[in-house]
């Protein structure tokens, strides 16, 4: 049985595919820098919401075909690193790749050159080859190849074993070792050069960043016009499959999608206006939908409630979450906000949904979970998602 340890392998990219490959005929090891996280998985908790993964995390564990571990040395005996450690931007929206070269550096001194590493999250293009270049001046000359998570989060153990892997190889050796691992999960490989597949996960995230921004702009021209742009939507693409993927309004954040395209601004020496521009849109959103109540509102006087602080509907996730965007605008304009989300454990200011209600004048619906729909108040409510189905008019 060949062991994987996934570098990284506690978080929402890591664990599902630590958890998915050993119940794939692999001996799979998480390696993790949080004893917290660590020691909740050891004892059979998932640590983050991930639909399936609590009974195959129990199912591996029992199995002893899955472990967490704090231990760099557990990467000894491995035949397969994987590195989840992407690269993130810093304060001034610059990619910053030492979050990849540091992970990797900490893990020279367990590799040795019959190792096959897999860089799995979102990179700078260059990283790769920039790895396997440190590797070779430390002495180690393991194959390096870089295959990217496509997965959707709340949905990766489905999506890991059905959506065809991007391998960016630097040999022919790397690319068949790399084939031969997400073979056994039974999806197909498409097989590139390391840059290429570089720059296909950042177009891939890129993309949806704009088309959500697309969305958006067309929900702001159609507010502007007194007009309901989920209706507009819905005539455009029903029955008609070229306007199909026409995503409905709403706050476009979380851990990738603003990154990436910053990342893709950068590498193209930020000549890339529609990057730029998709940014503005979306991230302006919050601040839009607060200059809209006040037209309408003198929120000086007003307690506004926040429905939903993770990034999306379905999930615990708030890194990035323009929910907490929304929440230091009305801070500043309103007398008091309050905000609840009923899957997130991190932020111990939430307060109970049904405080919330009771003590809002108005509430925003920021993460349009399911369970909302079942809110039941006289109080306005700000559905740019339309979950309600009354229309998204603000």
């Known amino acids: 049985m060949k062991k994987i340890v996934i570098v990284g392998g506690g978080g929402h990219v890591g664990l599902p595919l630590a958890l998915v490959l050993a119940d794939s005929g692999f001996e799979a090891v998480s390696l993790d820098i949080s004893v917290e996280t660590v020691n909740r998985i050891n004892a059979g908790e998932m640590p983050f919401v991930e639909n399936g993964a609590q009974d195959l995390l129990t199912k591996t564990l029992e199995n002893k075909t899955f472990r967490a571990t704090t231990e760099h040395d557990s990467i000894n005996s491995a035949e397969i690193v994987v590195i989840v450690i992407g690269t993130p931007v810093d304060e001034h929206l610059n990619p910053d790749p030492n979050a990849v070269v540091d992970a990797v550096s900490a893990c020279i001194p367990f590799m040795n050159s019959s190792q096959l590493v897999i860089l799995r999250s979102t990179v700078f293009p260059g990283v790769t080859k ?174 506004i409630g926040i429905l939903g602080a993770a990034f999306k509907g379905e999930s615990d996730d708030i890194r990035s979450s323009l929910s907490y965007k929304l929440k230091k605008i009305l801070e500043f304009k309103a007398k008091k906000v309050l905000m609840t989300d009923p899957y997130v454990t991190v932020d111990k200011d939430l307060i109970p949904l049904e405080i919330t209600i009771k003590d809002s004048d108005i509430l925003i619906l920021a993460a349009p979970h399911a369970l909302y729909k079942e809110v039941s108040t006289s109080k306005p409510i700000i559905d740019i998602w339309n979950l309600y189905g009354n229309g998204n008019i603000v």
């Not at 690319?175 to 039974?186: K, M, P, T, Y």
């Not at 499959?241 to 601004?265: E, H, I, V, W, Y």
Request: proline content about 5%; charged content about 20%; aromatic content about 10%.
């Open 130 to 303: 920039k790895v396997k270049s440190l590797l070779a001046e430390s002495g180690v000359f393991p194959e390096v190849t870089f295959c990217p998570e496509r997965i959707l989060e709340g949905h990766a153990l489905k999506e890991l074993r059905e959506l065809p892997q991007i391998i960016g190889a630097t040999s022919e050796e790397g690319a068949s070792r790399a084939s031969e691992i997400f073979g056994r999960l039974g999806v197909k490989t498409i097989v590139v050069s390391p840059e290429e597949a570089e720059l296909a996960k950042l177009f891939t995230n890129v993309w949806r960043y704009i088309k959500f921004a697309a969305a958006n702009q067309f929900w702001l021209m159609s507010n502007e016009a007194g007009l309901d742009f989920s209706k507009i939507r819905n005539a455009i693409t029903f029955d008609y499959p070229r306007a199909s993927d026409l995503p409905n309004a709403g706050f476009a954040a979380g851990p990738c999608l603003f990154k990436d395209t910053m990342q893709l601004a950068a590498f193209s020496n930020n000549n890339f206006a529609l990057g730029h521009s998709a940014m503005l849109v979306n991230e302006g959103l919050p601040l839009y939908l607060v200059s809209k109540l006040e037209e309408k509102h003198d929120l000086s006087k007003m307690t």
